[in-house]
């Protein structure tokens, strides 16, 4: 099994994030999208490429987009597989899958876009070559 089809966040859901319907609201489910992406970073030892402070230019999310499959309730555990799913000049592509473990059930499907910019202008600019790297491995 490669780094990538392994679940490399799980969670259990908390009270907080459920709406009046007793389901986690739809606006949660990109702060579980958003902090898989982070997981699967650290995960990879590449995390340093990601802060501002250490590389010299700063991501931005640039797009999201979720699908809703099944709804995810109160004390679920959720498990997200990420994958990179394509580096451009100066954005990158991530795939999240989020699993109920009691039953395997897929509940969502994302993507999320972040594009790479400067520190002084916040304009696009190109992925650093360390960072692609370090992203192509594994």
């Known amino acids: 099994m490669s780094v990538d089809d392994r679940p490399l966040a799980s969670f259990r859901v908390s009270m907080r994030d459920i709406d009046i319907y007793g389901h986690?609201?739809?606006?949660?489910?990109?702060d579980y999208c958003e902090d898989a992406v982070v997981e699967f970073l650290r995960h990879?030892?590449?995390?340093?490429h990601f802060r501002h402070t250490t590389s010299g230019v700063a991501y931005h999310v640039k797009k999201a987009e979720i699908t809703f499959h099944n709804p995810i309730d109160v004390d679920?555990?959720?498990?997200?597989?990420?994958?990179v799913e394509k580096i451009?000049?100066?954005?990158?592509?991530?795939?999240?899958?989020?699993?109920?473990?009691r039953d395997g059930a897929h509940c969502a499907t994302a993507g999320l876009v972040w594009v790479c910019v400067?520190?002084?202008?916040?304009?696009?600019?190109?992925?650093p070559e360390a960072t692609r790297a370090a992203l192509s491995q594994g």
């Open 44 to 48: 990879r030892e590449i995390l340093g």
């Open 88 to 101: 451009g000049r100066t954005s990158l592509a991530f795939a999240i899958e989020l699993v109920r473990r």
């Open 76 to 83: 679920d555990v959720v498990e997200a597989k990420v994958t």
């Open 24 to 30: 986690v609201h739809n606006s949660v489910y990109l």
């Open 118 to 127: 400067g520190l002084s202008d916040s304009r696009p600019t190109p992925i």
